[in-house]
């Protein structure tokens, strides 16, 4: 069955980096594109990249682009999510997710993993 | 301020139905598919609806979804207690290449 698990959360200082990397399996990874969505506690989903199912096309939220990163190891069946320059407001829990086709069809989601960002 | 607009909250009791509208002044609805997501509280989003009105597997035909012009709706019947949860619109912008989320609406079956 297909799984994604995130890995990575935790406290960290404003200002400092923080890398989340998310695990799949059970299909063909290498085929399928691939979301970082957060939520901030208390509060509704905020998108906040993709990257393409061969990594040639990534795309940012405003909110986080110049600092967040998203990249992929096809070999590894892994996806990361590099977040530097953090401010307390990328606090959230963030999930990744697999996409069908060019739409926001996010049909498989990770358990999410919580990042503080807090002196 | 999300691009895509729900309403906060919409109740009703078990075993009626309840509608959850999606709207947006820009075309990014009615150029893309609409998906619809549901939130039980503590857990991960859950895909409802893809592509604006189909169903992936397992999900009953009590969830529904429709789109006109630049509003979606997500229709549930059947009310159960087990609805109750947070449920989300959203939408790929192909001309800015960004995904989109409404606010999200908290329904509660009374």
């Known amino acids: 069955q297909v799984q994604l698990v995130e890995s990575g959360g935790g406290v960290v200082q404003p200002g400092r980096s923080l890398r989340l990397s998310c695990a799949a399996s059970g299909f063909t990874f290498s085929h399928y594109g691939m979301h970082w969505v957060r939520q901030a506690p208390g509060k509704g989903l905020e998108w906040v990249a993709v990257?393409?199912?061969?990594?040639?096309?990534?795309n940012y939220a405003d909110s986080v682009k110049g600092r967040f990163t998203i990249s992929r190891d096809n070999s590894r069946n892994t996806v990361h999510l590099q977040m530097n320059t953090l401010r307390p407001e990328d606090t959230a829990v963030y999930y990744c997710a697999r996409v069908q086709g060019h739409t926001l069809c996010l049909d498989y989601w990770g358990q999410g993993t919580l990042v503080t960002v807090s002196s | 301020q999300s691009v895509l607009t729900q309403p906060p909250s919409v109740s009703a009791a078990p075993g009626q139905k309840v509608t959850i509208s999606c709207s947006t002044s820009s075309s990014n609805i009615e150029n893309n598919y609409v998906s619809w997501y549901q939130q039980l509280p503590g857990t991960a989003p859950k895909l409802l609806i893809y592509e604006n009105n189909k169903r992936p597997s397992g999900i009953p035909d009590r969830f529904s979804g429709s789109k006109s012009g630049t509003s979606a709706t997500l229709d549930i019947t059947g009310l159960q207690t087990g609805d109750e949860a947070d449920y989300y619109c959203?939408?790929?912008?192909?001309?800015?290449?960004?995904?989109?989320f409404g606010g999200g609406t908290k329904l509660t079956v009374l």
């Open positions: 990257i393409r199912y061969d990594g040639s096309e990534v």
């Open positions: 959203g939408t790929w912008d192909s001309s800015l290449s960004t995904g989109a």
